[in-house]
């Protein structure tokens, strides 16, 4: 019995075997779970914006400080100590707490002796923070998701990037001055003791303390979680201070958490 090989149609010299594309079809299973998926997604976004839109709309209802009120007791307390940054602070907080508004949303006062102190009574509260590239403390007197109320400085001096925040700051200057300027303006803005630095809502600016030092009253009053990112990057990614990260993060929870259970947004 002969062998004989079986194999198909031969080719001509020189020619290749043409490709046979399938084209896969995605299931309607398939289908249908992606439309779903952005259904729900576009409502999520819809109802996100429209939430944040009404929010934004009516977040002052949730402010208690007043900014101008907060500049004319930080010029009572300049003028009556006038050579005492720890007595002014301390002026400025027991005005607070002389409020039943505003009491039960503060911290301890710094510094609860008026007389002349270079040590705060409660230095565990003080950490650094570096942000922007400027690096000086702070002590937070109040924090909530629309406001917080800070003494921030240096008494060496510092300089940097102001961050673009969604809050509105007001930098009241309680000792030695801070320069400032926005890109396109050749001149320094000088803000001296006793002045008010309002850096709006969305502006960025450089901003300095010069070798004298600087410290201020400094409220933000917007939307506060989003600037917490400026807050911590530096020490995150440059400093990597992983103890004043802790602190700053203990803190600012504990007085946002507190506040939130006493009612303050």
Request: aromatic share 10%.
């Amino acid at each position: 019995m002969n062998n004989r090989s079986v194999s198909g149609p031969r080719l001509p010299p020189g020619s290749r075997p043409k490709a046979i594309h399938i084209q896969k079809q995605i299931p309607s299973s398939s289908l249908a779970a992606i439309t779903r998926r952005t259904l729900l997604l576009t409502i999520f976004s819809a109802l996100f914006i429209g939430v944040y839109r009404w929010a934004d709309a009516i977040k002052s209802r949730w402010y208690i400080f007043d900014p101008s009120e907060l500049h004319k007791i930080t010029l009572e307390a300049i003028e009556r100590y006038p050579n005492s940054t720890s007595a002014v602070i301390h002026h400025i907080v027991q005005s607070f707490e002389s409020q039943p508004t505003l009491k039960p949303y503060i911290t301890a006062n710094p510094f609860p002796d008026p007389s002349p102190q270079a040590v705060s009574a409660y230095p565990s509260e003080w950490v650094f923070n570096n942000a922007g590239g400027a690096m000086g403390a702070m002590y937070i007197i109040h924090a909530s998701i629309t406001e917080y109320l800070i003494v921030f400085g240096t008494p060496i001096g510092t300089e940097g990037h102001t961050g673009r925040h969604t809050a509105d700051d007001y930098f009241n200057i309680l000792a030695g001055q801070q320069t400032a300027f926005a890109a396109g303006s050749l001149e320094a803005e000088v803000y001296r003791k006793g002045s008010v630095h309002h850096l709006r809502r969305g502006q960025v600016k450089q901003y300095k303390m010069p070798d004298g030092g600087c410290w201020a009253l400094e409220l933000a009053q917007g939307w506060i979680p989003p600037m917490l990112p400026f807050g911590l990057a530096d020490s995150v990614f440059s400093t990597v201070d992983l103890i004043t990260i802790y602190h700053t993060i203990r803190i600012t929870a504990r007085e946002i958490i507190r506040n939130l259970v006493a009612g303050k947004i």
